[in-house]
């Protein structure tokens, strides 16, 4: 079989973006709204490659999710509950496929923590590939293993990095990366926040007093960029919510609660009396329309929504990319948790991380 940190890919774009998109950045702007949209940043070369690696990277995930006997998986020994019989059939799989956020729930817990930590791997019945090696983790949760051009713009594009560099300043940290492909029929997300590492730094609950709230930007970020190679546009389904300024109340909306708001929840109920800490304005849902070969990056406590994709679209392309800024108070490690760790364990091991690659996955305060 094929290794893939040994079989480079002729697929480096070194015109990926649009040089006058990115030096169009405004710190101010970002900093006061809590996102950035990256405009038809990506070059007609960088658009094509995204969406040819995103599109291998779903055939190779609804691949691995077929192919796999999981009945013959011995979970247990891996002190795992087995799947429910009614989740690995054939035609339960197959509804499954296509897209991401959509696989069965047993691979989306404890098993999924089990991949990320250990590996499905051998001896024994595993995870099973075609013609390339299996990392003992879906591709959907780790897309750059599976992929070298995903793998260059996450941890070494000299243009990727600058856009990072822009956001977070010299020094950021992965804190993790997603394929978000969504399917015709998907039904995106409901209105939700996300915390800074762990939440122990959180000054409010989930749902929040507002009582926090501050004209100061939080300088402990984890921010999240989202690329849409074929666009995300209004009318597609599938778009962007966000809510301008909502990220200096500082509450991690419904990060680890059941999230059910619509926009007319958000209306009636969240929304009601917040204002903008610096315009003063009434807080508003803002829904982006992207057209192709777009980014948008925003920040952790800005909730967020993403609308049904209608049954007859196509899937829309998309790639998580999210890092923060390093944690002072981190107890020391090697490697960020952003990355599986069987996996950088072994490849540092053998010598087959580059520097580049050991930069962006070291840990907050990394042990030498």
């Not at 995204?50 to 998986?73: G, Y």
């Not at 799947?83 to 047993?106: N, R, V, W």
């Not at 790639?319 to 599986?340: C, E, F, N, V």
Request: charged fraction near 25%; aromatic fraction near 10%.
């Amino acid at each position: 079989m094929k290794n893939s940190r040994e079989q480079k890919q002729a697929v480096r774009v070194d015109n990926l973006l649009r040089p006058e998109v990115l030096d169009a950045f405004d710190r101010t702007t970002f900093e006061q709204e809590g996102f950035w949209v990256w405009e038809g940043i990506l070059t007609n070369a960088g658009r094509k490659q995204f969406t040819a690696s995103l599109e291998k990277l779903q055939h190779m995930n609804d691949c691995i999710l077929m192919d796999t006997d999981w009945a013959a998986i011995d979970f247990e020994a891996r002190g795992l509950a087995p799947p429910p019989p009614e989740q690995i059939t054939p035609a339960f799989l197959e509804s499954c496929c296509g897209g991401s956020e959509q696989m069965p729930g047993f691979l989306r817990s404890e098993v999924r923590g089990y991949m990320h930590d250990h590996g499905l791997l051998g001896p024994g019945p595993a995870l099973v590939t075609r013609g390339y090696d299996s990392l003992g983790v879906m591709p959907e949760y780790f897309p750059a293993g599976y992929d070298d051009f995903i793998m260059e713009v996450t941890t070494a594009h000299p243009q990727m990095m600058e856009l990072f560099k822009k956001l977070f300043g010299n020094r950021f940290v992965l804190d993790h990366c997603l394929m978000l492909n969504r399917a015709a029929g998907s039904r995106g997300r409901r209105w939700h926040a996300h915390q800074y590492r762990d939440g122990q730094y959180e000054v409010e609950d989930p749902i929040g007093t507002g009582k926090a709230l501050t004209s100061e930007y939080l300088q402990h970020q984890c921010i999240r960029t989202l690329c849409y190679p074929e666009g995300a546009e209004s009318g597609d389904g599938a778009e962007l919510g966000v809510i301008p300024g909502s990220h200096l109340y500082r509450i991690p909306f419904k990060w680890n609660t059941e999230r059910l708001d619509e926009d007319a929840d958000m209306q009636a109920n969240w929304l009601k009396g917040k204002t903008h800490a610096i315009t003063g304005k009434p807080l508003e849902i803002v829904h982006l329309s992207l057209p192709p070969g777009s980014m948008v990056s925003f920040v952790h406590h800005m909730p967020h929504h993403v609308q049904r994709r209608p049954p007859e679209a196509p899937t829309r392309w998309g790639l998580l990319m999210a890092y923060r800024t390093p944690d002072p108070q981190a107890s020391p490690a090697k490697w960020t948790h952003g990355i599986p760790t069987h996996w950088v364990e072994r490849t540092a091991a053998a010598g087959k991380l580059s520097d580049a690659e050991r930069r962006v996955f070291e840990a907050d305060n990394p042990l030498n």
